[in-house]
């Protein structure tokens, strides 16, 4: 009887594995129902889902969560940093050239978690090229300039989103760049330091984007 039992547990596992094979990215566990019958509980489970938002030129966007692990000065400009960023991307960190030496310094930003526009069309600045933008808020007569920060349990590569738009970002180019001209005076941190598009906060999975600066984000 015991090796019975275990014959129909064996039969079980296969048929269950050979669900989970055919369909790899969703598996029911109830052994009761065809494979065919999981899927098409999925299908509806996924359409539940489904972001129907509409794509907007803020759509367009890559804003993701960054760590800046390397930070040093341009060797051709006193004014700008070169940073690696982890963007969370198979290919390695990023290069991005920002302007920030004179607003912070190099202990206050290495390592720091940071919000990066990814996908602007990459740009030389003194001959090194930059692959991103790093958001900052300043204030009104941009005296005083800090990056943008994620909540504290974010990690490189999360995606920030906007309720209400459905995101689609564009491939890293000119699109991009357009998007971003058209929407850029409406980036802001507000009176409670939550960074926002339109008063729409910038939401990463695990909360939302801040800053110790109230004013305009670029």
């Known amino acids: 009887m015991q090796l019975l039992y275990v014959f129909v547990f064996i039969m079980l596992s296969i048929n269950l594995a050979r669900c989970f094979l055919s369909n790899s990215k969703y598996f029911l566990t109830s052994t009761s129902l065809s494979c065919e019958r999981k899927m098409r509980l999925f299908s509806s489970i996924s359409d539940s889902t489904v972001n129907n938002d509409p794509v907007t ?57 940071v919000i990066v526009l990814c996908n602007l069309k990459p740009r030389p600045l003194k001959g090194i090229t930059s692959y991103g933008m790093l958001l900052c808020a300043s204030n009104t007569d941009h005296t005083e300039v800090v990056p943008l920060t994620p909540p504290a349990d974010a990690a490189p590569g999360q995606l920030i989103i906007f309720k209400g738009h459905k995101p689609e970002p564009a491939e890293a180019g000119n699109r991009a760049n357009k998007a971003y001209d058209k929407i850029k005076e409406d980036f802001f941190v507000n009176d409670d330091g939550v960074a926002t598009f339109a008063g729409i906060p910038f939401t990463a999975p695990s909360g939302i984007v801040t800053s110790s600066l109230k004013g305009k984000i670029s």
């Open 57 to 113: 030129e803020l759509s367009r966007l890559e804003i993701r969560v960054g760590k800046i692990i390397e930070i040093g000065k341009h060797p051709e400009a006193d004014s700008l940093y070169v940073e690696k960023v982890d963007c969370g991307e198979p290919t390695g960190p990023r290069t991005i050239v920002s302007g920030l030496v004179q607003y912070c310094t190099v202990d206050q930003l290495l390592n720091k978690n």
